[in-house]
Structure formats: C-alpha cells, structure tokens
C-alpha cells in the first residue's frame, strides 16, 4: 500500500480506509482527521531521523486505541488525541533522561 | 518483510491515559516521544497578554498540556551581588594593578654576590671618631717637654723633680662599649654594630670590651659583643663606659630610664666615666640622666660635645603635630614598598626636612600601629597601604615632586645594581 503524495490526501486516504474499520465506533470527522494529522507529523519526523515511518498500520492502531479507551464519545476522543498533539519523537529513544 | 514502526501513537495514548499531569513527559521519554517546543510555550508572565475573549490565547503551558492557562511564577535575576567582604583593592579601584607592568622572577631575585645597599649613617664617621676617643679615651704624656710650663715652673721657684711633657689625647687603656640590643631599637642595631667594629678597626680589640644587652639593661645577664658569650657586666675600675642606646627614652620606658640611672650612679661612684651616644632626639632626653650619662645626640644635623662633656636636652617644643606630620609623609613615603628594611627606613627618613624627620621619627614610623614588624624588616599593613599609597601619587608641590623623583631614581639604580642579569 503507498500513500499518496500530498497531505491533504494523504489525510482522506487514510481516513477512507479506518472508516471501514471503524464504523460508528469513532464517529467525529474530527477524529479520524486529528489522528490523522499526528500519524503523518510523526511519519514526517521518523524519516528525517532514520527511523521506519509509521503507516496505515500505526494509523489504525491509535484509532483503536481511542475508540477503547472512549467508545462513541467524541469529545473524550478529541481530548485524548490533544493530551498527546504537543509530543514528538526523541532524536535518541533510547536514552531516557530519566 | 517490511519492518514494523518502532513508535507508534497508540502506545503512547494508551500510557497517558491514567498518568497525571506531571508524569506525562517522564512515561513520554520512555515510549520514545518528548515534550515538543516547550521552550516555545513557555514565556514570561509580564509578557503573556489576555486573549481576545478574555482570557490567554496564548497562555505559559506546562508539559504540553493542551488548555492549561494557570498563570506560571518565573524567577528573573536582576542584581548581582556578593555577601563577601569588599577588600581594599576593590574599594580603592584596583585598576592600576591592570596597567603596571608585572615584576618578572629575574627582578625578584636579587644576585647572591652582591649584598643590599648599605644603611646611611646617623652621622658620618668623620665627626664620630673624635668624638668617640674623647670618651673612650684619656690624656697621655708624650716624649715632648711641655717648655711653657717648665718655665713658668722655673719663674715661680717651683721645685722641678720631674720635667713636665706635653700631654695628648689617646685612646685609653681600657673601654666598655654597651649596645641596647632590645627588640624596640631594631632599626639602629646595624649603626651599632658598625660603630663597635669601626673602634675596634680603629684602636685595636685589645682593652676593649663590647656588650650586648639583650634586654636593654644591665640587671640581666649581657652578652659579649664578639664571641656572644654571657657574663657578667663588670668594667673595671676608672674604665670609661660609652652606651649606644636610647637608655629608655624612645620608648618612654620609664623602668629602663630608672635602671639606666641607678647604674651610672653605680658606676661613677667606682670612678667611671659615664657617656652614652643616644639615637634619640633631644626633646625627649632626661634631664637627670643626661647630668649622670655625659650624653650626644646620634643624628644627623646634631652637634657632638667636645672636652668629654655632654649637652642638655633641648627644651621640648611640644610639637607633637609637627612630629605626627612627620610619621605621616615617612609612612607615605614607605608605602611602595612590600618590604621595608632599617636600610630603605633610614634613607628615605633622610629625604625629609630635618626640622619634620628625626630619628625619632624613624622609631615612631617602625613601631607604627599601621606596620608589621619581623626582627629583619617592616611593612605597612595592607589597607594602610593603599591608602598612604594614594598620599604618595598626589601631585603635591614642587618640594613633594622632587622627593618623588629621588625615590624613584634611588629605587631604580638598586635595581640596576642588584638585577642579576646586569
């Protein structure tokens, strides 16, 4: 599967494909086009740092993890998805500065 | 096969699920993910202005956290300061330690061939020596008739057993030189001691006995002048006694000034013959012991007594403003230096009028209680210093250039003598 070359359609594309998996358990337009949004921010920073860049698999798995962590509520959905927005990937995952 | 992304956002919205606020960016860093453009949120509280609806667009985030606003404190240094104590250097500008050049390792030390310069004297030697075989000396007959006395013997029918000579002063026989060695009259040990040897060059050692008196008086134990020995101080009979000290009176000790008189009195009465060559001003003399010690005033500009008599004390001035003023410009003039010696003491006392600077000035400026003193050398203590040091590089008139301009030539032909590369 190759994504297309634009993120505008990039976006639809992926969106297109998680409704089929999702159906009424993520319901929101929102939704689908935040977790969207992340998935490519994090596909973009991946290939910059040499990291496998995360796909439709990736996008897929986040939008199940939302829809089980908050079946049917958008708004938890949405909340949830903001809580990790402002998050990028580390140069050096690992090396925890801990 | 294709390869499985290692991040994944799943996860990490699995983990932050229950985390509170303040664990997030920790379990973040551990699923490979960090806080982004936390700098970029974060501003100053002054800076942070209400959004359009009332409250902060734009607000201080904390651990990225989406829709907090709370205002955050920031600590913003705007003075720096010590609780250390200011030293001088710093209170009095220390910027010319910057400009002067520093002193190198070759200027430091001094060649071991040759020795400091030598400490000027209180008085040259060509009016002491009279002076010091006037009272260490005696009349003798010489092989010469005395033919005036032998006549007028003759015009008065005086019987003639014995044919009168011409009499002379020479040393005598036997001397007794007493050094003050105490502590107090450090700065005028070398004088003595090169007083002693120049009279021993002068009329032999034989006879002549010199004394150290550690203590500065003859109740204790004395040492012997050329062997260091300690015995017993006492003159034999009729043998003249010169002192070279300040039989108490700079120091105004007045045990030491009672000690000294009992022991003339001592001596006079077994027919001694009493002097004593004082490193002290007149002013400060004792009346009574200068009648019992035949005494002279060991400065420059002093006048010595002739025919074994000794001067009065001079009527004291009280001037005791005049004697501070002169402490004051010596100190001022010592400043430059890190280590004063009796040596650079007495030369640059020598700079001064003689009417502002006597020796007793010398004594005054070495027991100062802005100076520090070992048993070789003085200095000034640090603050006094630099503060006597800003007296020194005042312009001042024309007199006050001028001993300036000394100075630094006599300082700067030691240099050239002593530097060992020259």
Redesign the interface.
Known sequence: MKLPDTEKQQIDFLIERARVHFGDRIKGEKVYREAAR??LK?RKE?QGLG?????P??YL??L???SE?HPENEDDQLH???????????KN?EE??? | MKRRAVINRSDLLLSLADVPANARNAVAELLGYEAQGAEETVRLPTEIGPGPGGAEEHGPRLGGRPGSAEPISFLIPVRASSNKPESAVERTGGRWLETITSISEDELSPAKDKSPPPTPALQPWSRLWPYLRQVLGCQRESQRLDVRRLIRDAAELRPIRRLPRLRFLAWADRACILVDRRDALMPFWDDATDLVNRIERLRGREGLDGWWLDEGSTAVAARRFWTRSLGPLKPAAGVPVLVLGDLGRLSRDSRLTRAWAEFAGHLRRRGHQCSALLPCPRDRWDSRLARLWESACWDRGERLPRGGFGLRPRASESDRQKACLGVDQLLALLSPGVRIEPGLLRSLRLLLEPGLADVGTEFEAWHHAEAARTPLAMALLPESAVRRRAVFREAGDERKRAVRGRIVEAVSRLLRQNRPCS
Not at chain 1, 51 to 55: A, K, L, S, W, Y
Not at chain 1, 80 to 90: E, G, Q, S
């Open positions: 992340q998935l994090d991946a990291h496998v860049r995360p796909g698999a990736e798995d986040l199940r993890a939302l962590l949830a998805l903001a809580k990790i927005r402002d998050f990028a990937l580390r995952p925890p500065r801990l």
